[in-house]
């Protein structure tokens, strides 16, 4: 929380010498009412905007669009990033920017989709990588104990709730690295579009690549709610993954 204190008051700081208008219009920027930390925003950047040491991200989210400053930091359009310490700024004003944002969120990076290793040249991370989910997918379900299908998974969500399961299943899509996990999405047949029991969500710390048929084992988490949108009643956590 010092550290977020501190970024405000450089915020304040910098837009009362170079950006806001006379301190008595410019509403400072205001502290989340709840003394827990709100949750992390996730999303897609669409848009790019550097200024006084700030980055200005223009994120999609599940929540609709929203616009967040970190300190500056090397993000490309096309990544997927996570928020953390997020603290909202109502009609704040960008004179060098020339532009007012109605609603802006201050925080931290706290994670990348494709982070570059450490030394490696500043290059664009690619777009998370996925396969189209609509075309058949037929993968036999996992032997030994504890093994169920995706659909099976969802189904007994409740009954299964911090329990090991086992799955096997396709990866159909993968967003590595955000808020230090792997976030990757399996299918192995089972369940429908229309009853949303054939994909489910898992965590991992291991890498793997789209279109990857893996053996999951992991955890089962229920109604896990990771904010702007991104709610799940049923996905696995703590995972490895196996060919």
């Known amino acids: 929380m010092k550290s977020l204190l501190a970024l405000c008051l450089l915020v304040s700081a910098t837009q009362a010498l170079a950006d806001a208008p006379p301190a008595a219009a410019t509403p400072a920027p205001v502290a989340p009412a709840a003394a827990t930390s709100p949750a992390p925003v996730l999303g897609e950047v669409l848009e790019v905007k550097e200024s006084m040491g700030f980055t200005y991200l223009r994120l999609k989210t599940r929540d609709g669009e929203v ?3 970190v300190a500056r930091a090397p993000v490309k359009v096309g990544m997927f990033v996570s928020i953390g310490n997020v603290m909202p700024s109502e009609n704040f004003v960008s004179k060098s920017l020339k532009q007012t944002f109605p609603k802006l969120l201050f925080g931290t990076l706290a994670g990348v989709a494709g982070d570059l290793p450490e030394g490696a040249p500043e290059t664009a991370a690619p777009a998370p990588a996925k396969v189209d989910a609509s075309a058949s997918i037929h993968v036999a379900k996992a032997s ?16 299964l709730k911090d329990k090991q399961v086992r799955v096997r299943g396709r990866i159909v899509k993968y967003n590595p690295n955000i ?14 579009d229309a009853e ?5 969500l898992v965590t991992s710390g291991d890498q793997a690549m789209v279109d990857d048929v893996v053996t999951v084992q992991g955890i089962v988490r ?3 709610d990771f904010g702007s949108g991104y709610a799940y009643q049923v996905m696995i956590e703590e995972a490895t993954l196996q060919p």
Request: hydrophobic residues 40%.
């Open 67 to 69: 616009w967040a400053a």
């Open 144 to 159: 030994g104990a504890n093994a169920y299908t995706v659909a099976e998974i969802i189904a007994k969500g409740k009954e």
């Open 179 to 192: 808020m230090k996990k792997n976030w990757i999405h399996v299918r192995d047949g089972s369940g429908s």
């Open 196 to 200: 949303g029991n054939n994909d489910i």
């Open 222 to 224: 229920t109604e896990m």
